[in-house]
């Protein structure tokens, strides 16, 4: 008798621990306001973004195009442009992995989660150490290449040049974080919440 009680509350409770996660799994995937969709239109939207920049850029400069094309400032841009590609690609092919989860779910989506959170980190460094690596473009150029614009910059006080890259170095610091918190950290992060109340 007690067996059978015992086997009764334990498909009962089986029974709502897959209503829970079926629920869970269910916001995780929604298709407008999960998580999953949020950070899916947010890598593409990076990868968009990421192309239609040097087009654009391309496209303003047609007049100059020979000289633009001989610059390794922009050479620099779009080998940086085709970084982010293949990384906001490489991050949303994860994001695409949840949607089709098989086998163990919960420490399934654990995974993904881990890796999304560690490739964040890599891209807040990422993005610090390239505007680093311009600056000392910016600043090395000028003594191989003409430019008049870089000319003019150079022409400045030192002071002022160092200054200014010191002020966009702090301001790029909290904006990098910030727009990384909103555009993939928050989602990330209610993802993991659902994840943990799974059983």
């Given amino acids: 008798m007690e067996l059978d009680e015992f086997k009764k509350e334990w498909q009962e409770s089986h029974k709502q621990q897959q209503s829970t996660n079926k629920n869970i799994l269910e916001i995780i995937h929604h298709k407008a306001q999960g998580p999953v969709a949020a950070l899916k239109r947010s890598f593409r939207r990076q990868i968009i973004a990421m192309i239609v ?3 654009a850029i391309v496209a303003t400069n047609i007049p100059n ?3 633009m094309l001989s610059s390794v400032l922009f050479w620099c841009y779009i080998v940086f442009c085709i970084g982010v590609v293949i990384f906001a690609c490489l991050n949303y092919a994860v994001v695409k992995k949840m949607e089709v989860m098989d086998g163990m779910v919960k420490p399934n989506l654990e995974q993904q989660i881990s890796i999304l959170e560690t490739r964040l980190r890599q891209n807040i460094i990422g993005i610090r150490v390239t505007l680093l690596f311009f600056i000392i473009l910016t600043e090395v150029l000028p003594y191989f290449q003409n430019f008049k614009m870089l000319n003019t910059w150079h022409a400045l006080s030192p002071f002022i040049r160092f200054g200014v890259y010191t002020l966009l170095f702090l301001f790029q610091y909290f904006l990098s ?3 990384t918190d909103q555009k993939f950290g928050r ?6 919440e659902l994840v943990k109340e799974m059983q």
């Fill in 53 to 55: 920049v040097p087009i």
């Fill in 177 to 179: 974080r910030n727009l």
């Fill in 65 to 67: 195009i020979d000289k």
């Fill in 187 to 192: 989602h990330i992060a209610h993802l993991k």
